[in-house]
């Protein structure tokens, strides 16, 4: 008689809760109207390709299609390794991502406290639009601008001759010592303005009292940025970090390809446009696939590390 009785009452919760969850989706249908096309264009071009990982490990050619090709196993992931440019790709790659790890990632959250600072509002919302500007250009647009204020008879040139910094005409994209240095700034000045959004959201969020109190306790500005405004947003700056170390060995393919050319070559030859050449130009597909694939999984291992030592660092992380 008992375990009939439990039976019911666990056939009764269970309706209870469908008919409750049921409820809820029926309450939130203007919200799922919005999530769920997101999560479809997710699946369809995010996790279907997926399968496309398998041509790493076959003899890969259109012929064939993704069903056919012998397995050959690590095959390419040995050439890849064994590879004579990967010394040189990987160098570039990490030295870019180095330099915009050090000097790119700082620069949209100081943007974001500065602009915060601003008193003027006009001045503020000016200051804003002109920094989200760059981003809303597509690389080739934005890219073709720089190449021609870098060109030899550039804005660029003309600046460094007046104040007698530089001496003639200099083509700056053609000397590949400047190369890592002139894309950091390129893709700061791309990207700074954009970036800042979400550090300008987690500021405002701050409680405007602990800002009153400071001033009363004597505060000035710059005590308040650094004993209010950073501490607050630490956690999201933490999270932006975990993703850009995860990323150290994504250039971004676009921008490199776009500011790279004969002379440069030895140090803009990044992983992204080694790949590109390799699998387009020499329909070497299984070989390209298998770069990506490591890529894939050296950034997953460089994000649980990251995780990991802001967890034992800072008491806050990912997960």
Not at 204 to 223: K, L, P
Not at 260 to 270: F, G, R, V, Y
Request: charged share 15%; glycine share 8%.
């Amino acid at each position: 008689m008992a375990v009939t009785t439990v039976k019911k009452d666990r056939k009764t919760k269970r309706k209870r809760s469908g008919r409750v969850s049921r409820e809820k989706l029926k309450g939130q249908l203007e919200i799922q109207s919005m999530v769920w096309p997101g999560l479809i264009f997710l699946f369809i071009f995010s996790y279907l390709p997926m399968y496309g990982i398998s041509i790493a490990f076959k003899d890969f050619n259109i012929m064939s299609g993704f069903i056919g090709g012998d397995f050959v196993g690590l095959k390419y992931f040995s050439q890849f390794l064994t590879d004579p440019k990967l010394p040189l790709v990987l160098k570039n790659t990490i030295m870019i991502n180095l330099l915009g790890l050090v000097i790119g990632f700082p620069a949209p959250v100081i943007l974001a406290i500065l602009i915060t600072e601003l008193r003027g509002r006009r001045f503020r919302k000016m200051a804003q639009t002109v920094s989200y500007l760059p981003h809303f250009l597509s690389w080739v647009i934005f890219g073709g601008i720089m190449l021609e204020l870098l060109a030899s008879g550039g804005i660029v040139n003309k600046g460094l001759n007046l104040f007698r910094l530089a001496e003639g005409n200099m083509n700056l994209m053609a000397d590949p010592n400047k190369f890592y240095m002139i894309f950091t700034v390129i893709s700061i000045i791309k990207s700074i303005g954009y970036g800042s959004i979400l550090y300008i959201s987690a500021i405002t969020s701050v409680d405007q009292d602990m800002y009153e109190a400071a001033y009363i306790d004597g505060a000035n500005r710059f005590q308040k940025i650094i004993y209010i405004t950073v501490p607050a947003i630490m956690g999201t700056i933490v999270i932006m970090l975990i993703f850009q170390i995860s990323n150290i060995l994504n250039t971004g393919f676009e921008q490199v390809l776009i500011l790279q050319n004969s002379l440069n070559i030895s140090a803009s030859e990044t992983i992204d446009t080694y790949v590109y050449k390799i699998g387009m130009t020499q329909q070497r597909y299984s070989y390209a696939t298998a770069v990506g694939l490591f890529k894939s999984i050296i950034a997953v291992v460089l994000l649980w590390s990251a995780n990991k030592c802001s967890n034992k660092i800072t008491g806050k992380g990912l997960f």
